[in-house]
């Protein structure tokens, strides 16, 4: 595709610009609002959603915009943004409840470590953490595991970073590039990639990425810090007041069964390649995100639920409970495309594209260091994601399908570059092994800067082949 006709497509698939500013000014507002949003999130600790609010009506401001073209650009791009990936957070937040409080997961950990020890432990744990990820936010899916942690390397006089990092690299990769987790839904609808393909080349990276950044950097972190597992930070178990609890078969398929329908739709997308055959319109439809997930949500309120014994009263209030916490993160996700529709309404995209079209810098490179950039400064995975992924999505009009998911990787892999004290997984990750701020900056930071250059390295060089 010319560039000629990557503008035309800007033009056909864009609002009409909500400002007329030239490059400086446009560029000097976007690094305004930009640090206005860095500077309310670190500084006077607001919450990420009004950050984001405030920082796209400045950005629109500064950019000399009409405020009331500029309030219209962030109301569409966070009802756009939220149409599009709100009922997927929830659908993955219900099925993760679904796991853990039908000791689903308990299942699935006991099961592996009762298979696992000595120096295959580290690995057992990054399959754990990696298979648990995949339906869980990141947060939850270190509520759930740092128990397992715990015990596992007290028990077993472990070290407790040879067990801890490789479950936090697991849940890391799969929370930075693997969907549905809200980054990457985000960073997939912004830049229109194609879900089964990011899913399958996601997976693809992950598998090396998990391993480098897990098992073999915990055999330094372990030397680096040798600390025990701290006795006040195991708590009781979910499944510990359960009479029973789903098999270790059932639990493994119901959180696959999502993953599976959007990897098959994929393969069928690529073997039949017609959209009018009655096979490939199945599978579009079954191997959606949205049927994928209501699927597996169906599939286990049976094979998670009734296992567990949950009457229907008690299937309801997990249901319920499921949503309340996610609503902060709606509102972020949301506000996030409310700001990457200003962004691409005030001419950023196009403002990109003129100044990069000299540059010899690879997109997917320029990709990654934007989210680099966003995430040092604000703390946030998600909020690098959706950023970056409205700066650079302009980038992927003449990109085939899959570097359009490849630049979606790319933004993933930048998002979780170098976590220190302005992110609150950091924190998580310190109170709850017992560390100081110097001991998790050299294990948790250095990780999440391995996971980050590994799996940009692996994209750069999956570029080249495919």
């Keep these: 595709m010319t560039r000629h006709s990557v503008e035309n497509v800007l033009a056909a698939n864009a609002l009409e610009p909500i400002t007329s500013a030239g490059h400086a000014q446009l560029g000097i507002a976007v690094l305004a609002g930009i640090a206005l949003i860095v500077l309310l999130i670190t500084h006077f600790k607001l919450h990420a959603f009004l950050a984001l609010t405030i920082?796209?009506?400045?950005?629109g401001a500064f950019a000399g915009a009409p405020l009331d073209k500029a309030i219209v650009s962030f109301t569409t791009g966070l009802g756009s943004t939220v149409a599009g990936v709100g009922v997927l957070i929830a659908l993955g937040a219900i099925l993760g409840k679904l796991l853990a409080d039908s000791g689903g997961a308990d299942q699935i950990v006991d099961t592996i470590l009762a298979k696992a020890g000595g120096r295959a432990m580290p690995w057992a744990m990054v399959l754990i953490a990696s298979v648990i990820g995949l339906p869980l936010f990141f947060e939850v899916g270190i509520v759930l595991l740092i128990p397992v942690v715990l015990?596992?390397?007290?028990r077993g006089n472990y070290s407790l970073m040879r067990i801890g990092i490789p479950a936090l690299a697991g849940l890391s990769v799969m929370h930075g590039l693997i969907p549905?987790?809200?980054?990457?839904?985000?960073?997939?609808?912004?830049i229109d990639a194609n879900l089964g393909v990011t899913l399958a080349l996601g997976v693809l990276v992950a598998v090396p990425t998990v391993?480098?950044?897990?098992?073999?950097?915990?055999?330094?972190?372990?030397r680096w810090v040798d600390v025990p597992a701290p006795d006040r930070m195991i708590p009781i178990r979910a499944s510990a007041d359960l009479d029973k609890r789903p098999s270790f078969g059932a639990t493994l398929a119901t959180m696959l069964l999502p993953v599976v329908?959007?990897?098959?739709?994929?393969?069928?997308?690529?073997?039949v390649d017609d959209p009018t055959h009655m096979v490939q319109r199945v599978f579009d439809v079954i191997g959606s995100p949205l049927i994928a997930l209501l699927t597996a949500v169906i599939v286990g309120m049976f094979t998670l639920g009734r296992a567990a014994g949950f009457t229907k009263g008690r299937m309801s209030t997990t249901v319920e409970k499921s949503l309340g916490p996610?609503?902060?993160?709606?509102?972020i996700v949301g506000a996030g495309g409310g700001f990457k529709q200003t962004l691409i309404d005030s001419g950023v995209g196009q403002m990109i594209l003129d100044i990069s079209k000299d540059w010899s810098i690879p997109a997917l490179l320029l990709a990654w260091l934007i989210a680099v950039a966003i995430r040092l400064a604000t703390g946030s995975a998600t909020v690098a994601t959706i950023s970056a992924a409205g700066l650079v999505a302009p980038l992927a009009a003449d990109m085939s399908t899959s570097h359009t998911a490849l630049l979606v990787l790319a933004i993933g892999a930048g998002s979780l570059f170098f976590s220190h004290v302005n992110d609150a997984g950091f924190w998580l990750v310190k109170e709850y092994f017992g560390l100081s701020v110097g001991?998790?900056?050299?294990?948790?930071?250095?990780?999440?800067t391995i996971i980050s250059v590994v799996a940009g390295g692996f994209v750069l060089l999956l570029s080249?082949?495919?």
């Design 261 to 271: 329908l959007m990897l098959s739709k994929a393969l069928v997308d690529i073997i």
């Design 55 to 59: 920082g796209s009506l400045a950005l």
């Design 211 to 222: 391993i480098i950044a897990g098992p073999l950097f915990s055999r330094y972190a372990a």
């Design 464 to 466: 080249l082949v495919i």
């Design 439 to 448: 001991q998790t900056l050299k294990t948790w930071s250095v990780m999440e």
């Design 151 to 154: 015990m596992v390397a007290k």
């Design 180 to 190: 549905p987790h809200p980054g990457p839904l985000v960073a997939i609808d912004a």
């Design 326 to 331: 996610i609503a902060g993160i709606l509102l």
